[in-house]
């Protein structure tokens, strides 16, 4: 792979729009720790971004994730047991948010949130998709390594 620029030399300011948004995250207690780190994985799964794999599984480990529901999140809707009915809902709208091109987030995924989450939870789960989906694109397109520094 051809080694491309590092976007925190070329584009500062957009570096600190992306961090402000998971700033935002990060002061949320609406979702939880654990919840934030099973969408970055999934979306980075989705999108084939080793570097944000690896980063937010050993993120997830540190909080308290085991290793069996990292290993089986790519099949987490045949994972009986496995996740709660709550994870089941924000995984669903991981992964329709991350494949918007089939049809977006569908009325059906969105009313079965409404029956764990507030509109307020929805919308934050929604921004940690959209955060993490914008750092794959952002790694993917510059070709960043595992053990790389991305700032």
Known sequence: MQKRFNIKEVAPN????????????SQSSIISRTT??????????????AYCINTHT??????????????LLNTWREAEGIFT???KAVLAITEEITL???NGLSDETYSNALQFFSETQIADIITAVITINLWNRVVL???????????
């Open 14 to 25: 957009a570096l600190k729009a992306m961090v402000g948004l998971e700033i935002y995250l």
């Open 100 to 102: 918007i091109h089939r």
């Open 58 to 71: 050993q993120d997830a480990i540190k909080n308290g994730e085991t290793n069996q529901r990292i290993f």
């Open 36 to 49: 934030k780190e099973l969408i970055k994985i999934r979306a980075s799964q989705i999108n084939g971004c």
């Open 141 to 151: 397109s510059t070709h960043l390594l595992i053990g790389q520094s991305l700032a």
């Open 85 to 87: 009915d709550e994870e």
